[in-house]
C-alpha cells in the first residue's frame, strides 16, 4: 500500500515530490532569513483549508499583525487559521516577570511546550506549521534537550495524524543537523545575490524518505500569490509520438536549399555576424506555422518587441495577423530577471498547453551571456533541446558570431547540438558588401551544398543563385573561380 500524501498547494514542489509530502509526518524546511518559508508554510495550511482541513500556524517569532501583513501582500485570507502566538502566552517574560533563579530551559521551555500540547489538543489541527524553531534553541540551550524537546513534539503530533512543517532558519552552528536526522524530510531553501540582476532563489529535497524525488536544484520565486516552483526539466520524463514531416519557411528557395525544410523533431542552429539576416529567417519559419494554423512561440532576448515588428514589417513578414490570431507569441525576455529553470518552465508551457510547433530562441548570446554566474547552462540547453525533440518541435537557436568580415568567433559553441547548421556571411565585391547564405549539415537528409546570395529589401527575403563563380566567399573576400 502506498503512503497517503499531502498536496502543498504550490504544484512545482509537489511535482518534485512526486506527488506531495507523506502524510502524518514531520517535515524540516530550511533557509536563511527571506527564502520564503513563511510563504510556503502558509499556501501548505491554505490548501489544507481548501480541501476541508484543519490548520494551525505556530509563531514563536513573528506577531499576529507581521504575518497577516505577509498574507494579506499575497491575497491569502488566513481567517480560517488557527493562530498561536508565543508573545501571547506566558511563555514570555516582561521586565518584572523574568526567571533569574532557574535555567531558562528548565521553566520558559516548559512552559512553552505546555502551551503548545494545550493548543494542538485544542484545535485538533491536520497540518501545522512551525515557524521558527530558532526560539525552542535558544530556549533549550544544550542541543540534547533541543533534540529531546523536538522528538517529544514530533510524537506528540503523530500520535494525532498530524502533517508537520517545521521551518527553521538555521541560526544553529555549522554542522548542526540534529533536526535533519529527526525530520522524515528535509527541503532546504537558498536565496542567492548575483553580481548583476535580481536575486535568484532555489531549493533542494535534501532527503524524503520512502519516496524518489527529483533531486538537484530547483529555481523558484515569490511573487504576489505565492511561492511557484520551477521544477528542473528531465527530457527522458517526457515522450510523445508525432507524425514525421518538414517544417517550410514559406520561401520555396531556402526550403530547396534545406532539402525541403527542417525536420520535425530537430534543431536549426543560425549563425552568422549581426544584420545578416538570422532573425528574420527565423521569423519566416514562425510565422509560416502560422499559416498552417500551427503556434509558434519567439523569445527575443535582444531586441524589443516594437522594433522586432517595424523590422518584420520593413521586409513584408506581417506579425500582426499571427499574433491577433493567437497562433504567434512573441516574448521579450529579460535574462537578469529570469532564471534559467523559469525561462525553461516558459517554453515548456507554450509546448504543453498553447501546442506550439516551433520555437525560436533569438539570440541564445542574449541568453548565455546575461548570466555569466550561472553554471552548466549548456547542460540546460540540451535538456531543453531533448525534451522539444521528443514532442515534435522544431527549435531554431540564433547565434551571433563576433566579426563582420573575414575571421569569425562563435562565443556560444552549441552547433554539436543542433541538427541543421545554417552559416550566413557577409562578403566584399565590386565595391559593394553582400550577404551569402549556406547549409553546413543537415543530419537527417540532403541539402544544397553551394553558398547562395541572400538579399533582403522592402520586397521580402530573397535567395539568389549560386556564388559558383567567386572562391573564397565565406572568408569575406573572395576573388574569381579559375576557370574549368
Known amino acids: 500500500m502506498s503512503e497517503q500524501r499531502v498536496t502543498t498547494g504550490i504544484s512545482g514542489l509537489d511535482d518534485i515530490l512526486a506527488g506531495g509530502l507523506p502524510a502524518r509526518r514531520l517535515h524540516l524546511v530550511q533557509g536563511d532569513p527571506g527564502a520564503g518559508k513563511t510563504t510556503i508554510g502558509l499556501q501548505f495550511l491554505l490548501e489544507g483549508v481548501r480541501r476541508g482541513e484543519r490548520g494551525l500556524y505556530i509563531t514563536l517569532s513573528e506577531t499576529r499583525e507581521e504575518l497577516t501583513e505577509v498574507a494579506a501582500s499575497h491575497g491569502f485570507d488566513i481567517s480560517k487559521l488557527a493562530l498561536f502566538e508565543l508573545a501571547s502566552t ?14 531558562p530551559s528548565e521553566v520558559e521551555l516548559a512552559e512553552l511546550t505546555r502551551a503548545l500540547l494545550a493548543q494542538i489538543d485544542d484545535v485538533r489541527p491536520k497540518r501545522v506549521v512551525f515557524d521558527s524553531l530558532s526560539e525552542m534553541r535558544l530556549l533549550a540551550q544544550s542541543p540534547l534537550r533541543y533534540r529531546r524537546q523536538v522528538l517529544s513534539l514530533k510524537q506528540h503530533l503523530a500520535e494525532r495524524g498530524c502533517t508537520v512543517l517545521m521551518l ?14 529527526l525530520a522524515h524530510g528535509v527541503i532546504v531553501l537558498q536565496h542567492l545575490s548575483p553580481l548583476y540582476g535580481a536575486e535568484r532563489r532555489r531549493l533542494r529535497v535534501v532527503k524524503m524518505r520512502g519516496v524518489a524525488v527529483r533531486g538537484g536544484f530547483h529555481d523558484f520565486r515569490i511573487r504576489s500569490g505565492g511561492v511557484q516552483v520551477f521544477p528542473r526539466l528531465v527530457a527522458a520524463e517526457h515522450h510523445d509520438t508525432f507524425p514525421a514531416g518538414l517544417i517550410e519557411s514559406g520561401l520555396q528557395p531556402l526550403d530547396e536549399l534545406l532539402g525541403g525544410g527542417l525536420d520535425r523533431g530537430t534543431s536549426a542552429l543560425f549563425m552568422g555576424p549581426a544584420g545578416t539576416g538570422k532573425s528574420a529567417l527565423a ?38 495577423g499571427p499574433i491577433a490570431s493567437g497562433k504567434l507569441r512573441i516574448r521579450q525576455v529579460n535574462p537578469a530577471e529570469l532564471s534559467p529553470g523559469e525561462f525553461v518552465a516558459q517554453v515548456c508551457s507554450d509546448v504543453e498547453r498553447n501546442g506550439a510547433k516551433v520555437v525560436v530562441i533569438d539570440s541564445l548570446n542574449g541568453y548565455m551571456t546575461a548570466m555569466p554566474e550561472e553554471q552548466f547552462l549548456t547542460i540546460q540547453m540540451h535538456e531543453l533541446l531533448t525534451f522539444l525533440r521528443q514532442r515534435g518541435v522544431v527549435i531554431i537557436l540564433v547565434v551571433a558570431q563576433q566579426g563582420l568580415i573575414g575571421s569569425m568567433s562563435t562565443p556560444v559553441e552549441v552547433s554539436y547540438l543542433a541538427d541543421t547548421v545554417v552559416l550566413l556571411r557577409f562578403f566584399e565585391t565590386a565595391g559593394a558588401v553582400r550577404k551569402a547564405i549556406s547549409v553546413l549539415k543537415r543530419r537527417s537528409g540532403r541539402h544544397g551544398s553551394k553558398i547562395h546570395e541572400l538579399s533582403m529589401d522592402a520586397n521580402g527575403i530573397r535567395v539568389g543563385a549560386a556564388l559558383d563563380k567567386f572562391v573564397g566567399v565565406l572568408t569575406g ?8
Open 477 to 484: 573576400v573572395p576573388h574569381p573561380a579559375a576557370a574549368p
Open 283 to 320: 521569423m519566416h519559419f514562425a510565422v509560416s506555422a502560422t499559416r498552417r494554423n500551427e503556434a509558434a512561440a519567439v523569445y527575443a532576448f535582444d531586441e524589443g518587441l516594437y522594433t522586432l515588428g517595424l523590422r518584420c514589417a520593413a521586409l513584408g513578414i506581417d506579425l500582426k
Open 168 to 181: 527553521d532558519d538555521q541560526t544553529s552552528e555549522v554542522g548542526d543537523l540534529h533536526l535533519q536526522s
Open 90 to 103: 506566558g511563555a514570555r517574560l516582561d521586565i518584572e516577570e523574568q526567571n533569574t533563579l532557574f535555567e
